[in-house]
C-alpha cells in the first residue's frame, strides 16, 4: 500500500489537473494522476467533446500521457473531483487501469475525503495484466 505522503503529492497534482480541464458540456471537472513505478507522476484532465462519446476521462488521459512517455509500469492512480463523495473511476478507466495492472486506486474529492481500493473490488470483471489475461 502506498505511503500518505505520495498520496497527498498526488491528490495535489490531480487537482491541478483537473483545472485544466475541458468540460464545457458537463461542467464537471475531473483531474487525476498516475504514480509510474519510477517515481514519476503524471496527471490528467477529462477532454470532453460536442460528440459526447468521445470524451476522455482524466485517469486515461492521464496514463496515456504515462504510456506516451514509455512507461509500462505502474504502482498507483489518483482521482479527484468536487463531489460531494471521492470521485469513483468508470468502467472504461477501470479496464484501463487493468490493462497495466495499476491496483491501488486513490479517490478523492476537493473537500480532502480519501479512500483507496484495490481495483479488483472496484471492478472485479476487468480484464487484463491485473488478472492473468495478458502477461505482456
Ligand atoms: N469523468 C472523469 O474524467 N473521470 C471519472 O472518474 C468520472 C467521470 C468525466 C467524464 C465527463 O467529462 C465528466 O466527468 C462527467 O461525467
New binding site residues.
Given amino acids: 500500500m502506498i505511503n500518505e505522503d505520495i498520496i497527498d503529492a498526488m491528490v495535489r497534482m490531480a487537482k491541478d489537473a483537473m483545472q485544466k480541464a475541458h ?1 464545457p ?2 461542467g ?1 471537472k ?1 483531474g ?1 494522476c498516475v504514480l509510474a513505478s519510477d517515481g514519476t507522476l503524471y496527471g490528467g484532465c ?1 477532454v ?1 467533446n460536442a460528440s459526447y462519446g468521445l ?1 476522455c ?3 486515461r488521459v492521464a496514463i496515456f500521457k504515462a504510456i506516451a512517455d514509455s512507461k509500462r509500469e505502474f504502482d498507483a492512480i489518483a ?1 479527484v ?1 468536487d463531489t460531494d463523495e471521492p ?4 468502467g472504461a ?1 477501470c479496464q484501463v487501469m487493468a490493462e497495466f495492472k495499476i491496483r491501488d486506486v486513490i479517490m478523492a474529492n476537493t473537500k480532502g475525503d480519501i479512500e483507496v481500493a484495490d481495483l479488483m473490488d472496484l471492478a472485479p470483471c476487468a480484464t487484463g495484466k491485473a488478472r492473468n489475461f495478458q502477461e505482456a
Avoid at 470521485?87 to 468508470?90: A, H, S, T
Wanted: hydrophobic share 35%; glycine share 0%; charged share 15%.
Fill in positions: 468540460a458540456y458537463s464537471r475531473v487525476a477529462n470532453e470524451t476521462c482524466a485517469e482521482v473531483a470521485c469513483v473511476p468508470c478507466c
